[in-house]
């Protein structure tokens, strides 16, 4: 994979960079955003798409901060619209088995379990649906919105399933407990607008790859990190703006951390628990022999659940 194949095209993204970048001209400069924080001290502003494998490469960190800052910080999810269609064809990408191997590939470096067998078994046509259906999912209910998103991240990285199908979404829905005929409706209706303003915004605050954050005090100032980034970064930038924000201490034996997060892969339970990363996976492996956890295998890692 060339730097420039990377740079050119929003499916193929740039290990060195971490970030997949989109298509189309948007000003590097992102302006001082109009969204205030408001109850917390500092608002992150995160740009992602259900199917960017750079923003599943920095759910350990993100899940972290949520563990150390929550009570600082509070989380926007915005979609970008990574993939709108099949219709373009740049970095020498020009179909849906040309991202394959490239999620392979981006696996093994962000040490996250992503299968990339998906772009040739049931290929996503486009990255619009389940963005919409997040949307909906946010007028239902934040906290389950989140959740959402979660369970179609890991339908699409570890299960394969095209999570551009209705069928799909309903499903992802139903396990989080989220009205999947209201879903439905929203989605048909409403959630497009919502979706379009997330893009529109986006393009306004010069986003152009994913994943990107803003973190932005009350005053409007900001701070920017983009890509996936060690987990420090994101936790300087809360820093900068808040230097009184008070760091959570939180318990970090194993079922304390399911019981946050139902589902963890190796390298997140490392990070949240600070065992190190060499000894993660027989911890977890110990733990679904005795039965506590099941195991959930993909041919580039695995992910545990809570029995």
């Avoid at 991202?99 to 619009?128: K, Q, R, T």
């Avoid at 820093?239 to 399911?258: G, I, M, R, V």
């Amino acid at each position: 994979m060339n730097t420039e194949t990377s740079k050119n095209n929003p499916l193929l993204c740039d290990i060195e960079t971490g970030m997949c970048e989109t298509s189309g001209d948007t000003s590097d400069t992102a302006n001082k955003t109009k969204e205030q924080a408001t109850k917390k001290s500092v608002k992150l502003i995160y740009y992602t798409d259900p199917i960017c494998s750079s923003c599943w490469g920095i759910e350990p960190q993100l899940r972290k901060l949520k563990l150390e800052y929550g009570n600082a910080i509070e989380i926007a999810y915005r979609m970008g619209g990574l993939l709108p269609d099949w219709s373009y064809n740049s970095g020498g990408i020009g179909q849906p088995s040309d991202v394959a191997s490239h999620w392979d590939e981006v696996s093994e470096h962000y040490d996250m379990p992503i299968d990339g067998d998906v772009w040739l078994e049931d290929p996503l046509d486009s990255s619009y649906p389940p963005s919409i259906a997040f949307k909906a999912a946010q007028m239902q209910d934040e906290e389950k919105a989140t959740l959402f998103m979660r369970e179609i991240r890991e339908m699409v990285f570890l299960k394969k399933k095209n999570i551009a199908k209705w069928e799909h979404l309903a499903s992802a829905a139903k396990n989080v407990g989220l009205d999947v005929e209201q879903l439905k409706s929203d989605f048909e209706g409403k959630a497009k607008e919502l979706f379009e303003e997330d893009l529109k915004l986006g393009r306004e605050l010069g986003v152009r790859g994913f994943p990107t954050i803003f973190f932005i005090d009350d005053d409007g100032n900001q701070e920017t990190v983009y890509g996936t980034r060690p987990y420090a970064f994101y936790e300087m930038a809360i820093l900068k703006l808040n230097p009184n924000a008070k760091k959570s201490e939180y318990s970090k034996d194993w079922e304390t951390l399911f019981s946050k997060y139902h589902s963890l892969t190796a390298k997140e339970f490392s990070e949240l628990s600070g065992t190190p990363r060499a000894d993660s996976e027989n911890v977890l492996n110990e733990l679904t022999k005795k039965g506590s956890l099941e195991k959930l295998s993909t041919k580039n890692g695995s992910i545990w659940k809570i029995k």
